[in-house]
């Protein structure tokens, strides 16, 4: 949920289920306004009928006309409760078309007004049932109060799911500092204040990145593999060493059987050469980043830095870089070529 805000299977169904209860509650408003209109007429009518031809009404008519004002303004408050249902059910709409987004502060927004809309529907409906609650009987009645309980219920998890969400990005440091004095205190900080809070699909920057930087990497990551869904890393042939194809398969090999992806690419010529920053992004937040191979060496800060800007930077190196076995495919397609216009 991509990262979402949550699990991605559990927003849409949740937020699905949200449309369908909006959609309910629009069309039990709409069937209130039918119902009352027509008592209200039926009322009038058998009035205005028995006044013409001079003939009493029956009992039953004549409740019925004499609830006519409560009735024309339960007409009028249904009209409300369908007004806002559409409202409810166009912010359950926007909800899904935001279900993938990376940050909460939009989704928030519409859940809790999505909450409030929701209360103001009880309120009103609470408000017919004083006024007109005898004409309100049937399967219908029973849909509506089931519609308003799931509304609220899935509202009252988002808010939960949401501002959990929230305090967690708040809580993640936003830049620390490495200390060159202190590299085996560095890698504790770092694991212990940024890597270990990492989550969903992890993706990394860095054109140094070589044996030494994977070492190091899989040091700060250790036991929080777990928290991960992949790890994708676009490096560059500048550093890269004999061993580190051979390291890449190993650590590939361990992670699939924690489930994790793992995948290296490296970086099209033109980008190395343009690419100078570090960038490391998760689900919910981005850094700027030392390189991985002297992480915790170097006198440089870590800087939580904007998501969206990281994300298609990324995005962007990543399609125009090549796979790891690729380039050694490509390489060694090269390399005999090479040795001949030697030779010649």
């Given at each position: 949920?991509?990262?979402?805000?949550?699990?991605?299977?559990?927003?849409?169904?949740?937020?699905?289920?949200?449309?369908?209860?909006?959609?309910?509650?629009?069309?039990?408003?709409?069937?209130?306004?039918?119902?009352?209109?027509?008592?209200?007429?039926?009322?009038?009518?058998?009035?205005?009928?028995?006044?013409?031809?001079?003939?009493?009404?029956?009992?039953?008519?004549?409740?019925?006309?004499?609830?006519?004002?409560?009735?024309?303004?339960?007409?009028?408050?249904?009209?409300?409760?369908?007004?806002?249902?559409m409202i409810l059910l166009c912010i359950a709409f926007l909800l899904f078309i935001r279900r993938h987004d990376k940050t909460v502060g939009g989704a928030k927004r519409y859940a809790t007004m999505h909450t409030a809309f929701v209360f103001m529907y009880a309120l009103v409906f609470y408000i017919i049932s004083i006024d007109t609650g005898s004409y309100l009987a049937g399967p219908y009645v029973l849909i509506i109060y089931g519609a308003m309980a799931v509304a609220i219920l899935v509202d009252l998890f988002f808010d939960y799911a949401l501002r959990a969400q929230r305090d967690h990005v708040a809580r993640i440091r936003r830049s620390l500092s490495v200390d060159p004095s202190t590299?085996?205190?560095?890698?504790?900080?770092?694991?212990?204040?940024?890597?270990?809070?990492?989550?969903?699909?992890?993706?990394?920057?860095?054109?140094?990145?070589?044996?030494?930087?994977?070492?190091?990497?899989?040091?700060?990551?250790?036991?929080?593999?777990?928290?991960?869904?992949?790890?994708?890393?676009?490096?560059?042939?500048?550093?890269?060493?004999?061993?580190?194809?051979?390291?890449?398969?190993?650590?590939?090999?361990?992670?699939?059987?924690?489930?994790?992806?793992?995948?290296?690419?490296?970086?099209?010529?033109?980008?190395?050469?343009?690419?100078?920053?570090?960038?490391?992004?998760?689900?919910?937040?981005?850094?700027?980043?030392?390189?991985?191979?002297?992480?915790?060496?170097?006198?440089?800060?870590?800087?939580?830095?904007?998501?969206?800007?990281?994300?298609?930077?990324?995005?962007?190196?990543?399609?125009?870089?090549?796979?790891?076995?690729?380039?050694?495919?490509?390489?060694?397609?090269?390399?005999?070529?090479?040795?001949?216009?030697?030779?010649?």
């Amino acid at each position: 949920m991509e990262g979402t805000w949550f699990s991605k299977n559990m927003s849409t169904a949740l937020i699905m289920l949200l449309n369908l209860s909006s959609a309910l509650l629009v069309l039990g408003a709409v069937f209130m306004v039918e119902i009352f209109s027509v008592l209200l007429g039926i009322g009038s009518g058998a009035y205005f009928q028995a006044n013409l031809s001079k003939i009493p009404l029956q009992s039953n008519l004549q409740q019925l006309y004499a609830a006519g004002i409560p009735l024309h303004y339960s007409v009028l408050e249904a009209y409300v409760l369908a007004i806002i249902g559409m409202i409810l059910l166009c912010i359950a709409f926007l909800l899904f078309i935001r279900r993938h987004d990376k940050t909460v502060g939009g989704a928030k927004r519409y859940a809790t007004m999505h909450t409030a809309f929701v209360f103001m529907y009880a309120l009103v409906f609470y408000i017919i049932s004083i006024d007109t609650g005898s004409y309100l009987a049937g399967p219908y009645v029973l849909i509506i109060y089931g519609a308003m309980a799931v509304a609220i219920l899935v509202d009252l998890f988002f808010d939960y799911a949401l501002r959990a969400q929230r305090d967690h990005v708040a809580r993640i440091r936003r830049s620390l500092s490495v200390d060159p004095s202190t590299p085996f205190s560095n890698m504790v900080e770092l694991q212990d204040k940024i890597f270990s809070r990492l989550s969903g699909e992890l993706r990394v920057v860095d054109k140094h990145f070589n044996s030494v930087a994977l070492s190091n990497f899989h040091r700060l990551m250790s036991g929080s593999f777990g928290n991960l869904k992949s790890i994708t890393i676009v490096g560059s042939s500048e550093m890269m060493d004999s061993n580190f194809s051979r390291n890449v398969a190993d650590l590939k090999k361990e992670l699939s059987a924690q489930g994790v992806k793992f995948e290296v690419r490296l970086m099209d010529e033109g980008d190395r050469v343009e690419q100078h920053e570090r960038l490391m992004l998760d689900d919910k937040v981005a850094y700027k980043i030392p390189p991985f191979n002297i992480i915790n060496r170097r006198s440089e800060h870590l800087i939580m830095i904007g998501r969206g800007e990281a994300v298609r930077r990324f995005s962007y190196l990543y399609s125009r870089a090549i796979s790891l076995d690729n380039y050694f495919i490509k390489k060694g397609r090269q390399d005999p070529e090479n040795q001949q216009q030697s030779a010649e």
